[in-house]
């Protein structure tokens, strides 16, 4: 079983760039969530997808986006990037519902604007 | 919004002593979660609770949900220096499937 991998592990940015992660599900997961999560602070939720349709988004603002593939894989958009989303941004996916709505994260993104 | 406290910031300990952090929601929990993230890692899944009142136990770790589903707890008893790392939890409230983190409570074991 293959758990949630995500690329790239580093970005180094300059503010105002636009920048791209991608995450890829754990095996028979078809919901992918994204966080954010700052250094000293718990993961803050960005948006869910499920079946390749947003199905929740957290207090982010609209240069946020992303998009669900068939394969259920993960990308998410930040454009005109500023100095605070410097971040380690989470992917985390859960299986179709079992009663339990546990994450299952991936390494992250550390992505680091100047 | 839903708010998710979590008490301490930070814990120092010597090994063998025990720990417990606090977690407190603003608004009455469905289920809470907890998660540990090691120093450069992610967070994994613990356990999750969802009855008033539900204790769990994982070896050293002592799991507890308040009788008013607003408030949990995480103990353990003599800590590990393998224990390091930062714990935190994570509500759902009823309906939603999307969870609140709060803040974590680092825990440093003093070998």
């Known amino acids: 079983e293959t758990g949630v991998t995500q690329s790239p592990t580093h970005l180094i940015k300059t503010r105002g760039q636009q920048v791209t992660l991608r995450c890829s599900s754990q095996?028979?997961?078809?919901?992918v969530s994204w966080y954010q999560q700052a250094l000293g602070q718990g993961p803050q939720f960005i948006f869910q997808?499920?079946?390749?349709?947003?199905?929740g988004r957290g207090n982010f603002p609209p240069r946020f986006s992303g998009l669900q593939f068939p394969n259920y894989s993960s990308e998410l958009n930040v454009n005109a990037l500023e100095l605070d989303d410097s971040a380690l941004y989470l992917c985390?996916?859960?299986?179709?519902?079992?009663?339990?709505?546990?994450?299952?994260f991936g390494p992250g993104t550390r992505l680091t604007v100047t | 919004g839903q708010q998710v406290m979590q008490i301490p910031q930070y814990q120092h300990v010597q090994e063998g002593e025990d720990f417990t952090t606090y977690c407190n929601s603003s608004?009455?929990?469905?289920?809470i979660q907890w998660y540990k993230q090691r120093p450069g890692g992610h967070p994994v899944f613990l356990i999750q609770?969802?009855?008033?009142?539900e204790v769990k136990k994982q070896k050293r770790l002592t799991f507890q949900f308040g009788e008013a589903k607003k408030n949990s707890s995480l103990h353990i008893t003599a800590t590990q220096t393998t224990d390091v790392g930062t714990y935190f939890c994570?509500?759902?409230?009823?309906?939603?499937?999307?969870?609140?983190f709060g803040r974590g409570t680092s825990l440093i074991v003093h070998p």
């Open positions: 095996s028979g997961h078809n919901t």
């Open positions: 609770l969802v009855k008033s009142g």
């Open positions: 608004t009455t929990l469905s289920n």
């Open positions: 997808y499920y079946r390749e349709e947003e199905n």
């Open positions: 994570a509500g759902l409230a009823g309906g939603s499937y999307i969870p609140t």
């Open positions: 985390a996916s859960s299986p179709p519902f079992s009663g339990e709505s546990r994450q299952y």
